[in-house]
């Protein structure tokens, strides 16, 4: 088992039919952490709210995650709008604390403002209406993900992500990542800190934009992704397979710079 001093997932969507849980229960026996963020929309209310779908691979994640603190990681829970009812229950509850950002110090010394990246996307804050609508037809498309999936399976062929591919290749889309990247930096900071990581968007990312460092730790619905910290402080992207008929895969895709 791989051992790192801090890890970072987000948007995992539990509750929904597109969430990868057998793939994250997976990355979770393989790694472990001293301490594990969970980057907002762990728990996706919107979607259950609509319908229940909780299969006992959902439940085994929160088992898992719940296991892994009992045992001494500390768990630390962003809240993203997914799940925005728990912005009632901020706190401490045994080895999980409830917050809505946080300041992680790396062991290289560099400052880290953790958040779920919600705050600053205009049509959540602004058109709550439109974005569920979105949300919607986001879970449209995923089932036709599903169903694309499907037929690749039965010609041999590995996970590809649908959803990911229009995201990439519609201007527009790209253009809403661009903006929303500028301005996490530009909040960012405000607080007086080296970095930013986030999730929200669903686009695993590391890039330096005007001198800070921003993060994007990715999904559980598309990417599979999360970032780590090494013992010394350098921080790793690490995308791990979705697809739990195939061979499992575990890429290091980009070692982050210490500066």
């Given at each position: 088992?791989?051992?790192?001093?801090?890890?970072?997932?987000s948007?995992?969507?539990?509750?929904?039919r597109?969430?990868?849980?057998?793939?994250?229960?997976?990355f979770?026996?393989?790694?472990?952490?001293?301490?594990?963020?969970?980057?907002?929309?762990?728990?996706?209310?919107?979607?259950?709210?609509?319908?229940?779908?909780?299969?006992?691979?959902?439940?085994?994640?929160?088992?898992?995650?719940?296991?892994k603190?009992?045992?001494?990681?500390?768990?630390?829970y962003?809240?993203?709008?997914?799940?925005?009812f728990?912005?009632?229950f901020?706190?401490n509850?045994?080895?999980?604390?409830?917050?809505?950002?946080?300041?992680?110090?790396?062991?290289?010394?560099?400052?880290?403002?953790?958040?779920?990246g919600?705050?600053?996307?205009?049509v959540?804050?602004?058109?709550?209406?439109?974005?569920h609508?979105?949300d919607?037809?986001?879970?449209?498309?995923?089932?036709?993900?599903?169903?694309?999936?499907f037929f690749?399976?039965?010609?041999?062929?590995?996970?590809?992500?649908?959803?990911?591919?229009?995201?990439?290749?519609?201007?527009?889309?790209?253009?809403?990542?661009g903006?929303?990247?500028e301005?996490?930096?530009?909040?960012?900071?405000?607080?007086?800190?080296?970095a930013?990581?986030?999730?929200?968007?669903?686009?695993?990312?590391?890039?330096?934009?005007?001198?800070?460092?921003?993060?994007?730790?990715?999904?559980?619905?598309?990417?599979?992704?999360?970032?780590?910290?090494?013992?010394?402080?350098?921080?790793?992207?690490?995308?791990?397979s979705?697809?739990?008929?195939?061979?499992?895969?575990r890429?290091?895709?980009?070692e982050?710079?210490?500066?």
């Open positions: 088992m791989a051992h790192y001093r801090t890890g970072w997932i948007d995992v969507h539990l509750g929904t597109g969430c990868k849980a057998e793939a994250l229960l997976d979770l026996r393989v790694h472990d952490f001293d301490t594990l963020y969970l980057v907002g929309d762990l728990i996706d209310i919107w979607a259950l709210r609509r319908g229940i779908y909780w299969p006992q691979e959902h439940n085994d994640v929160i088992q898992k995650l719940l296991r603190g009992r045992k001494g990681t500390e768990i630390i962003i809240i993203g709008n997914h799940d925005e728990l912005r009632s901020y706190g509850f045994a080895s999980v604390t409830l917050q809505k950002n946080a300041i992680h110090t790396t062991a290289d010394g560099r400052r880290i403002l953790v958040m779920h919600h705050e600053l996307d205009t959540v804050q602004n058109l709550g209406w439109l974005a609508v979105g919607i037809g986001y879970v449209l498309l995923m089932r036709c993900n599903g169903l694309v999936n690749r399976r039965r010609f041999g062929l590995g996970y590809w992500s649908l959803s990911a591919y229009v995201k990439a290749e519609v201007k527009n889309v790209v253009g809403f990542i903006k929303f990247e301005s996490i930096v530009r909040y960012a900071r405000e607080h007086d800190v080296d930013v990581l986030c999730g929200h968007i669903h686009t695993p990312a590391t890039r330096r934009i005007d001198g800070i460092d921003y993060y994007n730790t990715g999904d559980w619905v598309e990417s599979g992704t999360a970032i780590v910290e090494h013992s010394d402080g350098r921080l790793e992207l690490i995308r791990h979705l697809d739990i008929d195939g061979p499992v895969e890429e290091s895709l980009l982050l710079s210490t500066v």
